[in-house]
C-alpha cells in the first residue's frame, strides 16, 4: 500500500484538499486506510487524505521558501535527497499525543520533522 499511496501523490491524481483536517481528522483517516491495506485503494477517503498530505507538504514547503528570503530560521532542515517512507512519518505523527491533535496537519509535519531534522 505504501507504494501505491506514494505513486499516487507522485502522479498528482489526488483531489484537492477542500478544508484543511487536523491532525487528528487526517490521523483517523490515516490509519483507517493503512488497516484496510491494498483494499484501500477502493475507499473513498485515500484521494482526501493524499491531497490533505500533498497540500501539508506544500504549504510546509512554501513556508520554508518564505522564511529563508525573509532571513528567518529554518523550523526543520533535512538533508537534501532525505525520503521517509509513509509507515514512518504515519507513526511519527501518531506518536504526537490525542490531546495535542487538534493541530493542522501542516504544523504536526512541522513538529515531527523538526524533532527528526533539527537545524544546527
Not at 484501500?40 to 512554501?62: G, H, I, N, R, Y
Not at 526543520?76 to 493542522?104: F, Q, V, W, Y
Request: aromatic share 2%; glycine share 8%.
Amino acid at each position: 500500500m505504501r507504494k501505491l499511496l506514494l505513486g499516487i501523490a507522485a502522479l498528482g491524481l489526488a483531489a484537492p484538499a477542500s478544508a484543511e483536517m487536523t491532525l487528528g481528522q487526517f490521523l483517523v483517516k490515516a490509519n483507517a486506510l493503512k488497516a484496510k491495506g491494498m483494499m484501500a485503494v477502493f475507499s473513498k477517503d485515500l484521494k482526501p487524505v493524499m491531497a490533505e498530505m500533498k497540500s501539508a507538504s506544500a504549504q510546509l514547503k512554501t513556508e520554508g521558501e518564505r522564511r529563508k528570503a525573509a532571513g528567518l530560521p529554518m523550523r526543520t532542515c533535512p538533508p537534501k535527497g532525505t525520503t521517509m517512507t509513509s509507515d514512518e512519518l504515519l507513526a511519527m505523527l501518531n506518536a504526537i499525543p490525542p490531546a495535542e491533535r487538534g493541530i493542522s496537519l501542516k504544523d504536526g509535519l512541522v513538529r515531527v520533522m523538526s524533532a527528526k531534522f533539527p537545524c544546527r
